[in-house]
C-alpha cells in the first residue's frame, strides 16, 4: 500500500519488527509487537486501507508492473494464505485443538504399480508469461531430462516405521512408541494409533534422503517432479485444510498425473533433492527478500503443497523452499530412480 497507494504506514515503526530478515525466529516471541485487541483493530484498518486503494485503480490499463493484472494484490492473498498454513504448523503443539469442521478425503484406492514411468527429454518447467507467479518459478524455459521412475505415491507410515526399525533412525515429529512395537501419532494432544497406510509426513530432508537410499532409489530433482506432475489436478487433490491430515496412499487415483503418479499435489510437501537455485534469466521481482536472498545452497526445495495448503496457492510450477534439518512443515517424500 505504501508504493501503489502512496500511503504513509499506519506504524512505520514497527517496519523492523516484522522483517523476516531482521527478526530472526529465535527472538520473534520477545520483541514489542501489537498484540490482543490492538492487534485485530490494527488489522481491521490495514484491510480497510487495502480495500479503498484497490478501488480506485485501475489494474486492467496499469503499466505498472506490481499493479498489472492485479499482481501485487494476488501476491497479498497468496501470501496471507501461506502464512494460514505456518499458523496450522503452530496448532498442531495445542492440545486437544479441534478444526471447526473437516471433509475427509476420499477412501485410498491400493490399486496401481509402486512406481511409474516417465520417459525422458526435452520438456518445459517454470510457470509462463501470463497469470500470477512468483519470480523463483520464472522464466519458464526447457530442460533435457532422462527416463526416470517416480513412485506413484508419496511413502506411507508403514514404510517409514520398517526404516525406522532397520536403521533406528530418529521417528518423525509427533510419533511415540508405544512399548509394544507399534507407534502412535500425538498431534494436538490427540494420541491416535499411527495408520500404515496414511502418508509420512514432519520429516526432514535429510531424513527423507536416508530413507531413499535405504530404500535403494534416491529423492527425485525438481526437474524431474515437476515433469511427473504434468496434468496433475488440484481440483482433484487434499488441499485447503478441509481434511485436517493426510489422506492414505492412492487417495484420488481417479485424477493421476500424465504419467500415472497420484497426489503430486495436496497431501504433504515432497522434498527433491535440489538446491533452491535461480532459473536461467531470473530477475528478482517485486522485492530481493521474496526469493533471491535465499538462493543457493543452504535451502533445499519441496514441491506438490501439503494437505495444509489454500488450493488457489498451488500449482505444479510452485518451488517452495526450506532449510533440510525442518521438521515442523507438512513434509513428506516420494522416491524415484533411473531407468
Not at 128 to 150: C, K, L, Q, S, T
Amino acid at each position: 500500500m505504501q508504493t501503489v497507494g502512496r500511503r504513509d504506514p499506519l506504524h512505520g515503526e514497527l517496519g523492523r519488527l516484522y522483517d523476516a530478515i531482521e527478526s530472526p525466529r529465535t527472538i520473534r516471541g520477545k520483541l514489542p509487537i501489537l498484540r490482543g485487541a490492538e492487534l485485530r483493530s490494527y488489522l481491521d484498518e490495514v484491510r480497510e486501507r487495502a480495500l479503498e486503494v484497490l478501488d480506485r485503480l485501475e489494474l486492467e490499463s496499469a503499466e505498472d508492473p506490481l499493479l498489472a493484472e492485479g499482481f501485487v494484490y494476488e501476491m497479498l492473498i497468496a501470501h496471507e494464505h501461506q502464512h494460514n498454513e505456518t499458523m496450522l504448523q503452530l496448532i498442531q503443539m495445542v492440545d486437544g485443538y479441534e478444526p471447526v469442521e473437516i471433509e475427509p478425503p476420499p477412501e485410498p484406492d491400493s490399486d496401481g504399480p509402486q512406481m511409474v514411468l516417465v520417459q525422458g527429454g526435452e520438456a518445459e518447467i517454470g510457470a509462463g508469461a501470463d497469470g500470477f507467479a512468483y519470480d523463483n518459478e520464472r522464466p519458464r524455459h526447457a530442460v533435457e531430462v532422462e527416463p526416470f521412475w517416480i513412485d506413484r505415491t508419496p511413502v506411507t507410515n508403514g514404510a517409514y516405521a520398517e526404516f525406522v526399525a532397520d536403521t533406528g533412525a530418529e521417528p518423525p515429529m509427533y510419533w511415540e512408541a508405544d512399548g509394544d512395537g507399534r507407534w502412535s501419532r500425538t498431534a494436538m494432544g490427540r494420541v491416535e494409533p499411527l495408520d500404515p497406510d496414511q502418508l509420512v509426513v514432519h520429516v526432514s530432508w535429510h531424513e527423507a534422503d536416508a530413507f531413499a537410499q535405504w530404500a535403494g532409489k534416491r529423492l527425485p530433482t525438481e526437474q524431474e517432479w515437476e515433469v511427473a506432475a504434468e496434468g496433475a489436478d488440484r481440483e482433484r487433490s487434499n488441499l485447503d485444510q478441509l481434511g485436517f491430515g493426510c489422506a492414505g496412499a492412492g487417495a484420488y487415483g481417479d485424477a493421476p498425473s500424465d504419467c500415472g503418479a497420484v497426489q503430486m499435489l495436496g497431501d504433504v510437501w515432497e522434498w527433491t533433492c535440489s538446491d533452491f537455485e535461480a532459473y536461467p534469466g531470473f530477475r528478482a521481482f517485486p522485492y530481493r527478500e521474496y526469493s533471491e536472498v535465499f538462493l543457493g545452497e543452504a535451502h533445499k526445495v519441496l514441491r506438490g503443497g501439503s494437505w495444509a495448503t489454500r488450493r488457489n496457492v498451488i500449482r505444479t510450477s510452485f518451488r517452495n523452499w526450506d532449510l533440510p534439518e525442518r521438521r515442523q512443515i507438512f513434509a513428506g517424500l516420494r522416491c524415484a530412480k533411473d531407468a
